[in-house]
């Protein structure tokens, strides 16, 4: 079956442009979340979507950062203003059930966007 | 604050058995999971504990102690496709409506011939 997919996978964005991220999460997942990792680092945590709800932002480094879902399926994580520091890969992952409801609520990971940013 | 720890860099020889560690402070606990992570791809799940003890699943065991803060991944039968790095995350009680998941820096894992 269909895994979380991404795209683009890659992205090269001068200083000060404007990117935007796409996640297709597994059809019928109502969790939805986005992390950055930096190079040899973990995932960080960014945002979280119940459906089309953004119930956390806390992760967000910046007002740069724009993050949306608005049919509770697929979402874009949108950068404005472009910064050398937001050069990273940014992962999407998504969970069936909404955070809180089990324990166990694994979540499965998309490949990520490599965002270079020059 | 948060933090979790686990070493940087291991390496290991194919067929013997490593063992990987990772301590954590966090606010809260709600579940400790353990990922795969091969370069440029998805990190995939191997393991969870919410409770204390061992949890086997095929080559890959992980144990858990939530008195102590202490969790670590065992891996067997080591073959060279076990080269990646292994992240161990954990799971925040206190996250918000998230519950997200707070993850170390990751090992990364060296099998040689």
């Known amino acids: 079956g269909a895994g979380v997919s991404q795209s683009p996978r890659y992205k090269v964005a001068k200083r000060g442009q404007d990117v935007a991220l796409r996640c297709d999460p597994i059809?019928?997942?109502?969790?939805l979340f986005w992390y950055q990792q930096a190079l040899g680092q973990g995932p960080e945590f960014l945002t979280y979507?119940?459906?089309?709800?953004?119930?956390?932002k806390s992760g967000l480094p910046s007002d740069r950062f724009f993050a949306e879902r608005p049919e509770g399926s697929v979402s874009t994580l949108k950068i404005q203003r472009t910064q050398q520091e937001d050069s990273a890969v940014y992962l999407c992952?998504?969970?069936?059930?909404?955070?809180?409801?089990?324990?166990?609520?694994?979540?499965?990971f998309g490949p990520g966007t490599r965002l270079t940013v020059l | 604050g948060q933090n979790i720890d686990q070493p940087t860099e291991m390496t290991a020889t194919e067929g013997a058995i490593v063992q990987i560690n990772c301590t954590y402070q966090?606010?809260?606990?709600?579940?400790l999971f353990w990922y795969q992570q091969h370069a440029g791809e998805a990190p995939t799940f191997l393991s969870y504990?919410?409770?204390?003890g061992l949890e086997e699943k095929g080559r890959f065991s992980s144990f858990l102690s939530r008195s102590k803060g202490y969790s670590y991944l065992l891996l067997k039968e080591l073959q060279m496709k076990d080269s990646a790095s292994y992240l161990c995350?954990?799971?925040?009680?206190?996250?918000?409506?998230?519950?997200?998941?707070?993850f170390g820096t990751g090992t990364l894992l060296a099998v040689q011939p």
């Open positions: 992952a998504s969970s069936l059930v909404k955070a809180g409801s089990s324990s166990y609520n694994e979540q499965f």
């Open positions: 059809s019928g997942h109502v969790s």
């Open positions: 979507f119940q459906n089309e709800a953004q119930l956390d």
């Open positions: 966090t606010s809260g606990f709600n579940g």
């Open positions: 504990n919410v409770l204390d």
């Open positions: 995350a954990v799971r925040d009680l206190y996250g918000g409506a998230t519950n997200k998941l707070i």
